[in-house]
């Protein structure tokens, strides 16, 4: 599919941290819920499992799958928003986590894209992933979230 039919965003940051700490941190419940605003995650974390996100409030976020695992340097889930219906109607987007060591740090790279152009979702997750991957670095840096409000909810 070309570009042109694509939406996609892209956020890198470099975490001062270690690759196995990072992917714990992006694969465990408790962790998860700490930098993003008390959302809960359901995964098994292998390939074809099922992944799912819901509110503090218990209602469903987004649901998908597990594409790919390759711990701890490459996650990727079929992501389907399922909280808001003009999202959820653009159907199943694609999240990749990327992983690699820099010196005493781990760049990490989201790839967030639906081939679709112009996609609402893809705008939505470009103003929340920011947040809570600010909130991730500085847990992981210094113990404490950098923000409590998402922007999206």
């Keep these: 599919m070309s570009a042109s039919n694509r939406s996609q965003f892209v956020y890198v940051t470099i975490i001062r941290t270690t690759p196995a700490k990072l992917w714990e941190a992006l694969t465990d419940p408790k962790f998860i819920s700490q930098y993003w605003y008390g959302v ?7 390939k074809g499992a099922s992944w799912r996100m819901a509110f503090p409030d218990g209602r469903l976020a987004d649901a998908g799958e597990i594409l790919e695992i390759d711990p701890p340097r490459r996650l990727i889930i ?3 928003n ?24 781990v760049k990490l790279t989201i790839t967030h ?18 947040y809570t991957l600010s909130n991730l670095k500085s847990l992981l840096e210094i113990g404490v979230i950098a923000t409590t409000a998402h922007p999206g909810h």
């Design 113 to 130: 894209e639906i081939d679709r152009p112009d996609s609402k979702f893809i705008t939505a997750v470009s103003a929340g992933w920011p």
């Design 82 to 105: 399922e909280w808001n219906s003009e999202l959820k109607a653009e159907g199943p987007s694609r999240c990749t986590f990327q992983l690699e060591p820099v010196d005493n740090a």
């Design 40 to 46: 809960k995650v359901e995964c098994a974390w292998k």
């Design 78 to 80: 079929r992501w389907q």
